[in-house]
């Protein structure tokens, strides 16, 4: 936090009128410790992503829940206008920059922000600057009519890439030309390098923060050069506090997260795709280092153990709420219990098809520890919840105490104020544990209710099959 506080002295000196500066010394940045300090969101790095949640319940929920949980942050979906329809994804198909969307309008927006932000709570906006709409034609849901290419009265035909292959649509995805310049799914792709766009983006970008948003999820990331990026986020005053960068990369592929690190953070799939393989049968002992030297350093990466897309098979492959034997759970209790990146719950709803929108009108509805009316309200499971009072615990402590026995199984501490057990066997596991913990007795922020007694610094129990047990000493009986 010192250095945010340290940045964000000097950056209203730095960019208190972005644009009376000379384009040149906008490009030709390549300092960034600016904006890469402060990828670090601070004591209550917890993000929740309500998908699809409308603005009044997303408020709603941060006074009842969220707040006093000790998340962080919300993420919510896209508030511009947009194509009309009921499936969740036409929020990703931009028809101007009115902040009126499915999930409200722009008052809702800002008393959305000014309630969370009452209950402790920092706002993440969800921010589509690469691409506009793909249908042919239509009208948005300000009421603005449109067609492929013709947003008024944003944007003309002048302001798009025509890269030129078949529909422009991308065909090689190693080329890094074709990934930021033509077209994904079909989706109008902003010619990000000129003035024009740079300009109305970055103003859009300060019509958010001038209503009080934190930070941004910048959608579709990889199909911006960062050069594109760090243009537009210069612009911004004041500075967001936090970004996320939706880079799906594969090793080996030609654009990488790390390039966006400069930025803020970067969403690693690669960790989210691991999570995956190892708690459905590869094995969680290799997970105590758990990183890879081609993804995105630990400080600079957003993880989590699914988001939208990936619980419905896009973008990678991931664990979903349908994952057999508890393995979602574990998972999830594992982000929140290590020390690599900064991680996202997701919490969503569940569908038929994949293209279903939120059920409810996007009211959403949590009661007691789960959700009501189609809605899944994981950041209210109680081992979720528990493990974000864990992490907001433990902080930045080091990884401590590690023991696997077997490839199922692993415990480790963070400090001498946290120890976390997870048993991902088809048998119980009983054992004695070295936990560091202060001697006390404890309650399981897993199960909300077991009392565990710490003597001498060790704790002998038995997990259950598929289970877990966590202690930290925010949380002593
Ligand atoms: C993202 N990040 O880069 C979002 O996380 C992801 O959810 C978005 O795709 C994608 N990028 C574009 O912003 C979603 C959805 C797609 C959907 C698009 C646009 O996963 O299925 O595409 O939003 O709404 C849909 C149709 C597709 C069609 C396209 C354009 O499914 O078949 O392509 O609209 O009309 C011809
Ligand atoms: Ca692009």
Known sequence: MKFFALAAALLPLLITDANAFPMSNLESRTDYASIAARTTPGDKPVIIQLFQWNYASVAAECTEFIGPAGYGYVQVSPPTESISGSQWWTDYQVVSYTLTSKHGSRDDLKNMIDTCHAAGVKVLVDTVWNHMAGIDSGTGTAGDSFTHYSYPPTW???????????GNDIQDWQSRTQVQTCELSNLADLATETETVRAKLAAFGNDLMSLGVDG????????????????????????????????????????????????????????????QKAFSGGGISSLQSFT????????????????HDTERGNAAASLNVNSPSNTYTLANIFALAHPYGTPTVLSSYTYSSVDD?????????????????????QHRWTAIAGMTGFRNTVGSAALTNWVSPSSDRIAFGRGNVGFVIINNDDAAWGATFTTGLPDGVYTDVISGSANFTVSG?????????????????????
């Open 357 to 377: 929108g939120a059920p409810n009108g996007g009211t959403g509805s949590c009661y007691g520890a789960g959700g009501v009316n189609g809605w899944l309200c």
């Open 156 to 166: 003309d035909t002048s302001n798009f890439h025509y890269c030129g292959t078949p």
């Open 216 to 275: 941004l999820r910048l959608d579709a990331a990889k199909h911006m050069p960062t050069a594109d990026i760090s243009n537009i986020v210069g612009r911004l005053n004041p500075q967001p506090q936090y970004i996320t960068q939706e880079v799906v990369a594969g090793d080996g592929d030609t654009i990488q997260g790390s390039e966006y690190a400069g930025i803020g953070d970067v969403q690693e799939f690669r960790w989210t795709t691991a999570i």
């Open 457 to 477: 610094g060790q704790l002998k129990t038995a997990v259950p099959i598929r289970d877990a047990i966590a202690l930290h000493v925010g949380a002593k009986a």
């Open 292 to 307: 890879d030297s081609q993804w995105t350093d630990s400080a600079h990466a957003n993880v989590f153990v699914a988001n």
